[in-house]
């Protein structure tokens, strides 16, 4: 089964930087990937960074100017540059992404991004 996979998470410090990546497994033109999305523990989900059906991107505004969305349309790949990270940046962080043809929307599995001392 086609699904979005996420990469990159991890521990670090405050003020430190990660990278996330989302590519989708098997037929990797199979799922569109287009935002990224976190839940902290105790609060719900909520979008983090992510493209408009017009190929801007958008961003919350707690990870505006510190996080940078970006894709590779050759590898259907998207990416999540994330600076400046602060102790409220903890959260597990999810892919979402559109599956082809029916326009679905499809979840990575999540990952796990800490920052702390």
């Known amino acids: 089964q086609v699904q979005l996979v996420e990469s990159g998470g991890g521990l670090v410090q405050p003020g430190g930087s990660l990278r996330l990546s989302c590519a989708a497994s098997g037929s990797i033109f199979s799922i569109i990937p287009l935002g990224w999305y976190r839940r902290a523990p105790g609060k719900e989900r909520e979008l983090v960074a992510g493209?408009?059906?017009?190929?801007?991107?958008n961003y919350a505004d707690a990870t505006e100017g510190r996080f940078t969305i970006s894709r590779s349309n050759a590898k259907n790949t998207l990416y999540l540059q994330m600076d400046h990270l602060k102790p409220e940046d903890t959260a597990v962080y999810y892919c979402?992404?559109?599956?082809?043809?029916?326009?679905?929307?499809?979840w990575g599995q999540g990952i796990q991004v800490t920052v702390s001392s």
């Open positions: 979402n992404g559109k599956k082809i043809p029916t326009g679905d929307m499809s």
């Open positions: 493209f408009t059906k017009r190929g801007r991107t």
